[in-house]
């Protein structure tokens, strides 16, 4: 059993990375030419750290299941990226930021993980816009910023609508910089599959070749997983369809803890259901709540067309509720005042599963080139896909699955409970705590990969330049190569009638139903259930056409399907543990007279971390007390 020691060091809080820094261990710039790193995933979190690794003189391997590093999910983040650089004058701050994320997760989170992760985002910000990410700006040329949910300051900056694009655009730059000067080797259209212990340290990874079906054997001093969060559980979600938690999974069976599970938000503007056909969600930045106001009919079932609807029988509901912060109160709470409006009978739409996100006030305010220019190409992919302009009829959005706090359990220095293994960006548990501000997770992931991982990194190479390179015919990866083959074997071997896709959309209604916006003990008691008959049902009338030495795409979805019904269970067991409400997990059973989250700090006041006891165990639950020395825990408010 692995000990929980977080290392947050000891000090004043905006001392505590910097001392850290002075006091980590350091590799001689001649001596890291001599060590290996893996790195699996190319998102901002990946492809920052494989360059910034590269460009300090380490051999790294990187790794991504896609044909291009640049195809990573942060492309999919429009809206902005969080920084404290206070360039309104609004009196924003490092510790105001600190606090905003801190009161946002609830008071779910280490104060000194969260409070660095807000210092490092000044750098990301400079970092960028010396690479080039153009930043939008005002008229002088000075960068401008916004405001995004859950703050009253402006400290979001943004690339027209197309910010993770741009962001990722950058960190590719970098990342092809290396890949040129020889000290980064790029592995594109690999999937981990298994990670390889040696003496109970990471030392490296069996991949899937998916063009070929060649399981391949790399060995390292370290491993770093950068590998992104578990949000497609719910099969509709805003993530790219390819998004899974299987690297995370693997590694949580190697021994490494998985914390916080059941924290995984619910973003609040997300494109409704169109049709049963659909694959995925599209998502709408929320941005576009600075100048969009939500509403529904203040009559149930009013299906008149959104302008015949006068102004006085149209409810504001945000604006009604939370007077102080309005449409701009955090994704957690938009989410679940549109959905109490939805199933009261007020939803709009078809299905009545939407509510109106309306930009007619903004438009007689600025005018439509303003909003164009802020949002252009967020009207354009709206108009695409619902046949209809932002700029004549409201836009319809509904809450989906997005963003996960729960992920592997790392220390200060961002490793795992296993030596050697690494897990940053959205692939660890968070800095978020129980809920994450808008814009933050950009932030996160860059700060993780370019800013904080090349320092600590050096604490636990330190000592391993005496290593010498890993051969990789030994027993370890002998039977890490024989694992994985097994799955694959057993999958291919099912030779059912049904499609991996097929039991991933029944999973995730489960999911969706019972852990998705709001949860009670009842419905998590039942999902367990569920889950159980479904995943049988699964290896026993699975279809996996082709065969696994070539290219697959219906094998790589069965079995990150099959690693979907372990995870599916450990949210829903640490969902019912945690009986309280906070940020994204919502209890219904804990819930203020008004319907707000109701906390309860004296009991559950800690991170969950998870342990694998083996296949059909029940996993052991270790918990990390979150002290707090610097904030007073307070009933989070934004009335």
């Known amino acids: 059993m692995a000990t929980l020691e977080s290392k947050i060091p000891e000090g004043p809080l905006a001392e505590k990375w910097d001392r850290h820094k002075a006091q980590l261990k350091l590799v001689n710039p001649a001596n890291r030419k001599r060590l290996d790193i893996i790195v699996v995933g190319t998102g901002l979190s990946g492809a920052g750290a494989a360059s910034a690794l590269g460009e300090l003189g380490y051999n790294v391997k990187v790794f991504c299941y896609q044909d291009s590093p640049r195809r990573a999910h942060s492309v999919a983040a429009q809206g902005g990226i969080n920084a404290a650089k206070n360039y309104k004058n609004d009196n924003d701050s490092v510790y105001r930021l600190f606090y905003d994320m801190l009161k946002g997760g609830d008071f779910r989170s280490r104060e000194g993980n969260v409070y660095r992760a807000a210092q490092v985002s000044n750098d990301v910000i400079d970092h960028f816009t010396a690479v080039g990410v153009p930043f939008a700006r005002q008229e002088g040329g000075t960068i401008e910023n ?23 655009l950058g960190a590719y730059s970098t990342l092809n910089r290396q890949i040129a000067a020889g000290t980064v080797t790029m592995y594109s259209r690999r999937e981990l599959v298994n990670i390889v212990l040696v003496d109970g340290k990471a030392r490296g990874i069996i991949a ?73 969600l599209t998502l709408m930045s929320e941005s576009l709540r600075n100048d969009g106001r939500i509403w529904v009919p203040k009559a149930k079932g009013d299906k008149r067309r959104p302008s015949d609807i006068p102004e006085e029988e149209r409810d504001y509901y945000l604006e009604r509720r939370y007077p102080a912060f309005g449409n701009l109160v955090p994704r957690d709470v938009a989410s679940r005042a549109a959905k109490e409006r939805c199933d009261a009978g007020y939803g709009v739409g078809p299905t009545g599963q939407s509510v109106y996100l309306d930009f007619s006030d903004a438009l007689k305010r600025l005018g439509a080139q303003v909003l164009l220019d802020r949002y252009g190409n967020l009207f354009e992919m709206y108009e695409k896909i619902v046949g209809e302009s932002p700029l004549e009829t409201p836009m319809r959005i509904y809450p989906s699955g997005h963003y996960t706090m729960g992920g592997l359990w790392v220390d200060y220095n961002l490793m795992t409970t296993v030596p050697g293994l690494f897990s940053i960006g959205e692939s660890n548990f968070s800095d978020q705590g129980a809920n994450r501000l808008g814009s933050a997770s ?17 604490d636990y190479l330190s000592d391993q330049i005496q290593v010498p390179r890993f051969e990789t015919n030994t027993p370890e990866f002998d039977a890490a190569e024989r694992e994985a083959r097994e799955k694959i074997e ?41 889950l159980d008959n479904l995943e049988k049902e699964f290896w026993s009338d699975l279809c996996v056409p082709g065969t696994d030495k070539e290219v697959n795409q219906e094998l790589e979805k ?9 995870i599916g269970r450990l949210m829903c067991l640490d969902a019912l543990n945690r009986e309280e409400s906070c940020g994204a997990h919502f209890r219904e059973e804990y819930q203020t007279e008004t319907g707000e989250a109701q906390r309860n700090d004296e009991e559950f006041a800690y991170v969950s971390a998870w342990e694998y006891k083996g296949a059909g165990e029940q996993p052991e639950l270790h918990k990390e007390p979150l002290k707090f020395e610097f904030v007073k825990l307070a009933v989070r408010s934004y009335k």
């Not at 999958?491 to 999911?511: N, P, T």
Request: proline share 2%; net charge positive.
């Open 490 to 530: 057993r999958l291919m071997g099912v030779k059912g009638k049904k499609s991996a896709a097929s039991f991933h959309k029944r999973l995730g209604q489960i999911m969706w139903e019972y852990c998705g916006m709001s949860r009670n003990a009842e419905g998590l008691k039942k999902a367990l259930v569920e």
């Open 208 to 280: 899937r070749n998916l063009v070929t079906g060649e399981l391949e054997r790399h060995a390292a001093h370290a491993v770093v997983l950068a590998t992104g969060g578990y949000g497609t559980i719910y099969y509709y979600s805003t993530l790219a369809l390819n998004s899974n938690g299987s690297a995370a999974w693997a590694a949580f069976k190697k021994g490494a803890y998985f914390a916080n599970p059941s924290f995984i938000q619910i973003h609040p503007t997300g494109l409704p259901m169109l049709n049963e056909f659909q694959s995925k």
């Open 442 to 458: 950009l932030m996160q992931t860059s700060g993780d990969g370019y800013f904080i991982i090349p320092y600590t990194i050096s």
């Open 558 to 566: 069965a079995g990150r399907v099959a690693d979907f019904f372990e």
């Open 146 to 168: 916004r405001s995004f949910g859950g703050v009253q300051v402006s400290r979001t900056f943004y690339a027209k609508g197309l910010t993770g694009q741009q962001c990722l």
